[in-house]
Protein backbone atom coordinates (compact mmCIF):
# COMPACT_ATOMS: atom_id res chain seq x y z
CA UNK A 1 0.00 0.00 0.00
CA UNK A 2 1.41 3.25 -0.83
CA UNK A 3 2.47 5.14 2.15
CA UNK A 4 0.43 8.36 1.73
CA UNK A 5 -2.77 6.50 1.97
CA UNK A 6 -1.26 5.60 5.71
CA UNK A 7 -0.13 9.47 6.62
CA UNK A 8 -3.41 10.76 7.06
CA UNK A 9 -4.12 8.08 10.06
CA UNK A 10 -0.98 8.53 11.54
CA UNK A 11 -1.79 12.17 12.28
CA UNK A 12 -5.67 11.69 12.79
CA UNK A 13 -6.52 8.09 13.78
CA UNK A 14 -7.82 5.14 11.84
CA UNK A 15 -11.19 6.64 11.68
CA UNK A 16 -10.46 10.21 11.07
CA UNK A 17 -9.92 10.11 7.37
CA UNK A 18 -11.55 7.89 4.64
CA UNK A 19 -14.88 7.96 5.93
CA UNK A 20 -18.04 9.37 7.32
CA UNK A 21 -18.50 9.28 11.02
CA UNK A 22 -20.75 7.00 12.23
CA UNK A 23 -24.21 7.54 13.42
CA UNK A 24 -24.32 8.93 16.90
CA UNK A 25 -20.67 7.85 17.57
CA UNK A 26 -17.71 10.28 17.68
CA UNK A 27 -18.47 11.87 14.35
CA UNK A 28 -17.57 15.09 15.70
CA UNK A 29 -14.37 13.58 17.46
CA UNK A 30 -13.25 11.96 14.05
CA UNK A 31 -13.39 15.58 12.65
CA UNK A 32 -10.85 16.76 15.60
CA UNK A 33 -13.87 18.94 17.32
CA UNK A 34 -11.56 19.49 20.77
CA UNK A 35 -14.85 20.97 22.43
CA UNK A 36 -15.43 18.04 24.87
CA UNK A 37 -12.08 16.24 25.13
CA UNK A 38 -12.14 13.87 28.30
CA UNK A 39 -8.57 14.03 29.83
CA UNK A 40 -6.76 10.79 29.20
CA UNK A 41 -9.05 8.56 26.78
CA UNK A 42 -7.96 7.11 24.22
CA UNK A 43 -9.45 9.41 21.45
CA UNK A 44 -7.93 12.24 23.05
CA UNK A 45 -4.71 10.95 22.93
CA UNK A 46 -4.93 9.14 19.06
CA UNK A 47 -3.35 11.88 17.20
CA UNK A 48 0.54 10.68 19.19
CA UNK A 49 3.47 12.94 19.89
CA UNK A 50 4.79 12.04 15.91
CA UNK A 51 2.55 14.60 14.93
CA UNK A 52 3.14 16.86 17.44
CA UNK A 53 -0.30 18.44 17.98
CA UNK A 54 0.14 17.32 21.13
CA UNK A 55 -2.27 15.08 23.47
CA UNK A 56 -5.82 16.47 21.82
CA UNK A 57 -7.27 16.10 17.86
CA UNK A 58 -6.45 18.97 16.24
CA UNK A 59 -9.47 20.32 13.63
CA UNK A 60 -8.39 19.41 10.21
CA UNK A 61 -8.14 22.01 7.61
CA UNK A 62 -11.74 22.86 5.50
CA UNK A 63 -10.18 20.70 2.16
CA UNK A 64 -9.57 17.72 4.61
CA UNK A 65 -13.22 17.98 6.37
CA UNK A 66 -15.20 18.17 3.77
CA UNK A 67 -13.21 16.32 1.21
CA UNK A 68 -11.29 13.44 2.75
CA UNK A 69 -10.68 11.37 0.23
CA UNK A 70 -8.24 14.42 -1.01
CA UNK A 71 -5.99 13.71 2.06
CA UNK A 72 -5.74 10.06 0.96
CA UNK A 73 -4.75 10.30 -2.58
CA UNK A 74 -2.67 13.57 -2.33
CA UNK A 75 0.01 14.58 -0.90
CA UNK A 76 0.80 18.35 0.30
CA UNK A 77 4.63 19.35 0.48
CA UNK A 78 5.57 21.86 3.16
CA UNK A 79 6.11 24.94 1.42
CA UNK A 80 9.91 25.46 3.45
CA UNK A 81 10.82 22.11 1.61
CA UNK A 82 9.63 22.84 -1.81
CA UNK A 83 11.62 26.04 -1.29
CA UNK A 84 14.97 23.40 -0.85
CA UNK A 85 14.27 21.18 -4.09
CA UNK A 86 16.24 21.85 -7.16
CA UNK A 87 14.84 21.53 -10.71
CA UNK A 88 13.87 19.40 -11.99
CA UNK A 89 11.86 18.67 -9.28
CA UNK A 90 11.32 15.19 -8.26
CA UNK A 91 8.03 12.76 -8.52
CA UNK A 92 6.00 12.65 -5.65
CA UNK A 93 6.62 9.24 -5.15
CA UNK A 94 10.53 9.38 -4.88
CA UNK A 95 9.96 12.14 -2.08
CA UNK A 96 10.45 10.94 1.21
CA UNK A 97 7.57 10.91 3.40
CA UNK A 98 9.01 13.52 6.20
CA UNK A 99 8.68 16.68 3.69
CA UNK A 100 4.89 15.86 3.72
CA UNK A 101 2.04 16.58 6.39
CA UNK A 102 -1.48 16.81 7.20
CA UNK A 103 -2.58 20.37 7.50
CA UNK A 104 -4.65 21.36 10.52
CA UNK A 105 -7.48 24.28 10.37
CA UNK A 106 -4.78 27.04 11.49
CA UNK A 107 -2.21 26.16 8.77
CA UNK A 108 -2.80 26.95 4.88
CA UNK A 109 -2.63 25.86 1.77
CA UNK A 110 -1.20 26.80 -1.25
CA UNK A 111 -2.31 25.75 -4.88
CA UNK A 112 -0.33 26.03 -8.06
CA UNK A 113 -1.69 26.26 -11.09
CA UNK A 114 0.99 25.81 -14.14
CA UNK A 115 1.17 24.70 -17.79
CA UNK A 116 2.55 21.23 -18.70
CA UNK A 117 4.70 22.23 -22.05
CA UNK A 118 6.39 18.49 -21.98
CA UNK A 119 4.25 15.04 -21.52
CA UNK A 120 5.85 13.53 -18.33
CA UNK A 121 7.44 16.15 -16.68
CA UNK A 122 6.10 20.55 -16.51
CA UNK A 123 9.20 22.15 -16.22
CA UNK A 124 12.30 19.80 -16.92
CA UNK A 125 14.56 22.72 -17.52
CA UNK A 126 13.81 24.55 -14.44
CA UNK A 127 12.00 27.78 -16.19
CA UNK A 128 9.01 27.92 -13.89
CA UNK A 129 10.95 26.47 -11.02
CA UNK A 130 12.60 29.66 -10.28
CA UNK A 131 9.75 31.77 -10.98
CA UNK A 132 7.45 29.70 -8.78
CA UNK A 133 10.45 29.79 -6.08
CA UNK A 134 9.78 33.43 -5.74
CA UNK A 135 6.27 33.40 -5.17
CA UNK A 136 6.54 31.53 -2.48
CA UNK A 137 8.75 32.75 -0.93
CA UNK A 138 6.73 35.81 -0.88
CA UNK A 139 3.81 33.93 0.61
CA UNK A 140 6.48 32.40 3.35
CA UNK A 141 7.60 35.64 4.52
CA UNK A 142 4.58 37.30 4.86
CA UNK A 143 1.83 34.55 6.34
CA UNK A 144 4.72 32.29 7.43
CA UNK A 145 5.41 31.39 11.49
CA UNK A 146 2.98 32.28 14.28
CA UNK A 147 2.07 28.47 14.55
CA UNK A 148 0.85 28.50 11.13
CA UNK A 149 2.08 26.06 8.72
CA UNK A 150 2.36 26.70 4.85
CA UNK A 151 1.78 23.34 2.63
CA UNK A 152 1.72 23.23 -1.18
CA UNK A 153 -0.39 21.50 -3.75
CA UNK A 154 1.61 21.37 -6.94
CA UNK A 155 0.38 18.47 -8.87
CA UNK A 156 3.99 16.73 -9.82
CA UNK A 157 4.79 16.76 -6.27
CA UNK A 158 1.00 15.45 -4.66
CA UNK A 159 0.06 12.49 -7.63
CA UNK A 160 1.45 10.02 -8.41
CA UNK A 161 3.83 10.23 -11.70
CA UNK A 162 5.41 8.61 -14.70
CA UNK A 163 9.04 8.15 -14.95
CA UNK A 164 10.81 11.33 -16.94
CA UNK A 165 14.48 10.29 -16.71
CA UNK A 166 16.20 6.39 -17.57
CA UNK A 167 15.93 3.88 -14.80
CA UNK A 168 12.84 5.60 -12.82
CA UNK A 169 10.08 2.48 -12.23
CA UNK A 170 6.64 3.23 -13.54
CA UNK A 171 3.68 3.72 -11.63
CA UNK A 172 2.12 0.98 -9.58
CA UNK A 173 -1.35 -0.46 -10.05
CA UNK A 174 -1.95 0.94 -6.62
CA UNK A 175 -0.61 4.49 -7.76
CA UNK A 176 -2.41 4.14 -11.09
CA UNK A 177 -5.27 3.77 -9.02
CA UNK A 178 -4.33 6.57 -6.77
CA UNK A 179 -3.68 9.16 -9.66
CA UNK A 180 -6.75 8.53 -11.17
CA UNK A 181 -8.70 9.17 -8.17
CA UNK A 182 -6.84 12.08 -6.98
CA UNK A 183 -8.18 13.81 -10.35
CA UNK A 184 -11.88 13.49 -9.27
CA UNK A 185 -10.95 15.87 -6.41
CA UNK A 186 -8.63 18.38 -8.22
CA UNK A 187 -11.54 21.34 -8.10
CA UNK A 188 -11.83 20.53 -3.96
CA UNK A 189 -8.14 21.56 -3.66
CA UNK A 190 -8.35 24.84 -5.71
CA UNK A 191 -11.82 25.51 -3.83
CA UNK A 192 -10.43 25.14 -0.57
CA UNK A 193 -7.36 26.90 -0.76
CA UNK A 194 -6.12 29.88 0.97
CA UNK A 195 -3.75 30.80 -1.89
CA UNK A 196 -3.92 30.11 -5.49
CA UNK A 197 -0.84 31.07 -7.35
CA UNK A 198 -1.23 30.70 -11.04
CA UNK A 199 2.24 30.31 -13.28
CA UNK A 200 2.42 31.36 -17.16
CA UNK A 201 5.54 32.60 -18.71
CA UNK A 202 6.93 31.70 -21.87
CA UNK A 203 9.40 28.93 -22.48
CA UNK A 204 11.59 27.98 -25.01
CA UNK A 205 12.56 24.11 -26.28
CA UNK A 206 15.91 23.57 -26.22
CA UNK A 207 17.56 22.45 -29.36
CA UNK A 208 16.95 19.04 -31.12
CA UNK A 209 14.47 18.74 -28.01
CA UNK A 210 11.11 19.07 -29.87
CA UNK A 211 9.14 21.50 -31.50
CA UNK A 212 6.35 24.34 -30.27
CA UNK A 213 3.08 24.02 -32.77
CA UNK A 214 0.54 27.20 -32.55
CA UNK A 215 -2.58 27.16 -34.73
CA UNK A 216 -4.22 30.66 -35.34
CA UNK A 217 -7.54 31.02 -34.06
CA UNK A 218 -9.02 31.57 -37.30
CA UNK A 219 -7.68 28.25 -37.94
CA UNK A 220 -8.72 26.32 -35.09
CA UNK A 221 -11.96 25.12 -37.08
CA UNK A 222 -9.84 23.72 -39.66
CA UNK A 223 -7.96 21.38 -36.99
CA UNK A 224 -11.51 20.05 -35.35
CA UNK A 225 -10.81 22.53 -32.40
CA UNK A 226 -13.81 23.66 -30.28
Do not use: N
Amino acid sequence: MPPWRLTPAAHWGDDAVGSEPADGGGGEDARGDTSSSSGGSSSSSRSGSSSGFGSQEIPMHPLFKHHPRAAITMRFIRLEELLRLSAPLPRCQDLPDDVFGVMRSCDKLVAVSHGWRFQVHPDPYGAETATLRRQLRRILDRYGGRGTELYVFLDFLAIPQRPFKPGQADRSDDEEDIFHEALLHLDAVFLYADFFVHVDMPMEVPRDDGELYFARPEHAPSLGLR
